[in-house]
């Protein structure tokens, strides 16, 4: 039977309830053991004290037996008899001593006197008294041991008691005629008599019986039956001297009273014993709360709150308090750093694509290393193919994840089966990106010496993909762009190569061509593209570039609702360098990056100093799609946000369409985080890429802005007004802004005030112009700038 | 003034802690254990002296409170501070008769200073009851109150 787990609070508590519960059992067991104890304690002191009372008692009826004696011989009248043997005399004497004060007033219960001679032979007895038999005395030991004794000794008196006809009779033999013994006497009486007294001296009941059981004396408050149960009896039997029993002695107690006592103290013990178990348990509660527990708990909260896939260390604490659980800390610490280290072992060993099989970005890079070098020394040639599924991203969304990773695994396949084994078929992904997105491939085809026959290979992996793919009863069609380039016509690095690939791969499909081969011919471009590339990265150090701003205008009030920051570069050289021909040199060569942050500091320190002017405009910066794939965009601007203490939102990203269509995770990643952040986001050049307003539904854009191209149109053609119109209606059903570029004549601005069209831009209302001159510009504006909350007064 | 007051209370108080201590420091008073020129008895010497001397004249030398106490039967009251050889000479008549002197016990002077005077005045057969009394009380023997 499996055991249930519990904690070790339970453990412990229950643990320690049980030692509660033995002591208590223990202590009410003391309890009774220590009554029962005390019970019999009470029984042999009261049977000692009988015995030590008794035999004080006996003493003094000796003293007062003896006085008796002597006071009778002590009588002339006594003593003249007793030397003329007068029995007559004596007796009648005798007799006289049973109506004297000692026996009257009850101090002595005499039974008999007897007198001897000098040889102790009897002389005559008492007729009073209790009547004997003829030839029969009472205590006849008494005289034999007073014959035993010799000389001086004959002159102690001698006192026993002995047994008679079951009952106990006190007897004292005392000398007559003091130092000259002219003869003994003998005084019996009964002790049980003077006995009585231990009732009054002890306070407490007595009884006093013969051995036979036969009642003697009984005190009046002796226990009645009914009390028997409540009473607790002591004994002292009397012997006799020759060791008869003569007399049963029995006091009784009552229990009750004592009873009461202990069961009060038996009350203290254990409910001392009960706020002694309780406090120690609370106490070592407590302690294993502090010192076990929490800590326990805490270690627990550390080693699940660490990083899923073990790259950081743990956070442990240093020391617990607790002995074991520093160890269990180290032994953790000493898990997660071996854990870590195999992590990376595997990392590095990881070289294969999990979904296709395929090898990964890794081992093709580390082959393309490897045949560069092995051309290089056989002054031989390759060919390597990039290339990446088109529309991949919308066939995700439409047909789910799972089509998507389908399809890679079917192109896997279908790549692997029709190329030879000497060619490297690889899917770049890396080891620990995401799966999602990853639709790049590429091949090393070794030994091609001419652009030829790669684009005959090209040309077969086309036809290949074509063939329609079956999904779930659905025949879906793939097309693929492809970018050739030869080693070591296009380059000798392998960097080189897997950039030109990547050009001739977007040549490829910005053509529509399905495949191109990096092209010779613009090496010279290229060339002056890597002088450019400099003089960029100079110009954005040295602030060669410089922002203009073009107005954006409310068209209902014609108040001025932002301004658009466009960057231009005038080269030392050449003069003003078109925008489209730098920004994608610097997308390709991450002068992107530097490229964007000096934009948009400058546009925030634009915005505060249009805010410090008195218009409380929004200023809209461009990005590039480059830019979104940087995760740390966000950090960025909220950097400079925070270093000109600009409010996030008159900040608007201005992002194309296909940017914002791209199907890269990060990117969308990086939209959410900016619109977390409080940043608008506006799509630029609406209409012209593959999307829908449907699938822009799902995306984190709050305005769209129409491409130029559609406003231009306006006038002659009418399929593009109704284009707009219904992207106006459309873009006011999804709650979105709409701008429109290009606005150059009064009579489009009318067009588009009747729309409904939002906010208007165009060389009609102003052309894009240097800070300095906006603000004068903004000055001599008649209707000025949008007051109150920019976007909310325009939507109401 | 009640400063001084108390201090006046402990001096009583003071001599009477001091009391058991001047007791112990006192040496227990004994008689000698011989007396030259008479013989020591014991209480069975003087029964068996009784027994075989008739004319045998008991002293009891204490004073008649403790003889209230009890006495042996048979002796004559000569307290030691009235006996001389003229009060003895009242009891005794002739110095050859035996006479036997005893007080409370080992630790009562009084037979001891009689014997001495018995001795001066002449007496030439004298007994000693060195155990006195409380001998002869404590093994048993017969003795009279009046």
């Known amino acids: ?796 | 003034m009640i400063a001084q007051r108390r201090f006046l209370l402990f001096v009583p108080l003071g001599l009477l802690l001091l009391l058991p201590a001047l007791g112990w420091a006192d040496p227990e008073i004994k008689s000698p254990e011989a007396i030259p020129g008479t013989t020591k008895v014991d209480a069975e010497g003087v029964i068996d002296l009784v027994n075989r001397i008739n004319n045998l004249k008991i002293v009891d030398a204490r004073i008649s409170a403790d003889r209230k106490q009890g006495y042996i039967e048979g002796s004559v009251s000569l307290p030691d501070i009235e006996t001389d050889c003229t009060s003895l000479g009242k009891i005794i008549t002739d110095k050859n008769i035996p006479l036997l002197f005893y007080c409370n016990g080992v630790k009562c002077g009084r037979s001891v200073k009689s014997v001495h005077v018995a001795l001066q005045c002449g007496y030439t057969n004298v007994y000693w009851f060195r155990g006195g009394f409380e001998e002869w009380k404590n093994k048993g023997y017969p003795f009279v109150k009046d």
């Open chain 1, 1 to 796: 039977m499996p055991m249930e787990a519990y904690s070790i609070r339970t453990y412990t508590v229950f643990a320690l309830l049980a030692v509660g519960v033995i002591m208590a059992l223990a202590s009410l067991a003391a309890g009774f053991t220590y009554h029962e104890l005390s019970l019999t304690l009470r029984q042999s002191a009261s049977t000692e004290t009988i015995e030590l009372q008794s035999n004080n008692l006996l003493r003094r009826l000796e003293e007062q037996t003896r006085d008796l004696a002597l006071s009778i011989q002590r009588s002339s009248e006594f003593r003249d008899a007793l030397t003329r043997r007068d029995t007559a005399q004596l007796e009648k004497y005798l007799n006289i001593q049973f109506h004297q004060y000692f026996v009257t007033a009850d101090v002595i219960r005499l039974q008999k006197i007897y007198l001897y001679d000098e040889y102790l032979s009897f002389i005559v007895q008492s007729p009073e008294g209790l009547q004997v038999p003829a030839g029969e005395e009472i205590c006849p030991g008494l005289i034999t041991r007073a014959k035993r004794r010799h000389g001086p000794r004959r002159l102690q008196p001698i006192a026993e008691v002995c047994v008679y006809h079951e009952h106990p009779f006190h007897g004292i033999v005392v000398p007559i005629g003091g130092l000259k013994v002219s003869g003994y006497i003998a005084i019996i009486s009964d002790p049980a008599w003077i006995l009585r007294q231990i009732a009054n001296d002890l306070g407490l009941p007595l009884h006093i019986s013969l051995p036979n059981g036969e009642n003697i004396y009984r005190s009046d408050n002796w226990p009645s039956a009914t009390e028997e149960d409540a009473t607790q009896l002591a004994q002292y039997t009397l012997h006799s001297s020759i060791f008869e029993p003569a007399l049963n002695l029995t006091v009784a107690h009552a229990l009750r009273p004592q009873d009461d006592e202990l069961a009060t103290a038996h009350l203290h013990v254990f409910a001392i014993s009960a706020g002694a178990l309780l406090l120690a348990l609370l106490f070592s509660l407590v302690l294993l709360q502090s010192r076990v527990f929490l800590p326990l708990r805490r270690l627990h909260h550390q080693v699940t709150q660490g990083s899923p896939d073990r790259s950081t260390p743990l956070e442990l604490p240093d020391t617990t308090g607790c002995g074991e659980i520093d160890d269990l800390v180290q032994a953790y610490s000493r898990l997660d750093g071996e854990l870590r280290d195999a992590r990376q072992v595997l990392q590095s060993l990881h070289f294969i694509d999990d979904l296709t099989e395929l090898p990964n970005r890794s081992l093709f890079h580390d082959r393309l290393q490897q045949i560069t070098f092995l051309s290089e020394r056989n002054n031989g040639s390759f060919a390597l193919l990039m290339m990446d599924l088109d529309r991949f991203r919308e066939i995700n969304e439409t047909f789910g994840a799972d089509c998507g990773d389908f399809l890679l695994q079917q192109v896997a396949r279908r790549l692997s089966q029709e190329l030879r084994k000497s060619d490297t078929v690889a899917r770049l992904t890396d080891h620990d990106a995401t799966r999602f997105g990853s639709d790049e491939f590429a091949i090393i085809l070794p030994a091609i010496d001419n652009a030829q026959n790669a684009v005959i290979v090209a040309q077969k992996i086309q036809r290949l993909m074509e063939h329609p793919y079956s999904y779930a009863d659905q025949a879906i069609s793939l097309s693929m762009s492809i970018g050739i380039v030869i080693y070591p016509e296009h380059g000798t690095e392998p960097q080189t190569l897997l950039q030109r690939a990547d050009i001739a791969m977007y040549q490829a499909k910005h053509q529509r061509q399905g495949f191109a081969l990096y092209d010779t011919a613009s090496e010279n471009h290229s060339l002056s593209q890597l002088t450019m590339i400099s003089d960029l990265r100079r110009a954005i150090e040295h602030s060669e570039l410089h922002l203009v701003f073009q107005p954006k205008i409310q068209l209902k009030t014609l108040q001025l609702a932002g301004v658009e920051a466009l960057v231009r570069w005038d080269h030392a050289q050449r003069g003003a360098i078109p925008l489209h021909s730098f920004i994608p040199l610097a997308e390709h060569t991450g002068l992107i990056k530097p490229l964007a942050k000096w934009v948009l500091a400058q546009a925030a320190q634009a915005c505060v100093q249009l805010h410090q002017a008195g218009c409380q405009i929004h200023t809209a910066v461009n990005i590039s799609v480059r830019n979104l794939f940087d995760s740390a965009l966000p950090e960025v601007i909220s950097a400079i946000l925070d270093e000109f203490s600009l409010d996030s939102r008159w900040l608007h990203l201005e992002l194309t369409e296909s940017a914002i269509m791209s199907d890269s995770s990060n990117a969308l990643r990086t939209l959410d985080a900016l619109r977390q952040a409080g940043i608008r986001l506006v799509i630029d050049d609406f209409g012209t890429g593959q999307s829908s307003l449907a699938t822009l539904k799902k995306l984190p854009v709050d305005e769209i802005k129409i491409d130029r191209s559609f406003i231009l149109e306006m006038k002659q053609d009418n399929n593009d007004t109704a284009i707009v119109r219904s992207t106006i209606d459309l873009a006011h059903n999804m709650n979105l802004l709409v701008t429109a570029e290009g606005v150059d004549s009064a009579e489009i601005w009318r067009l588009l005030a009747a729309m409904g069209c939002d906010m208007a831009q165009g060389h009609y209302i102003a052309q894009a112009m240097p800070l300095p001159e906006l603000l004068a510009w903004i000055a001599n504006w008649r209707w000025g700038c949008v007051a109150g909350r920019d976007g909310q007064a325009l939507q109401d």
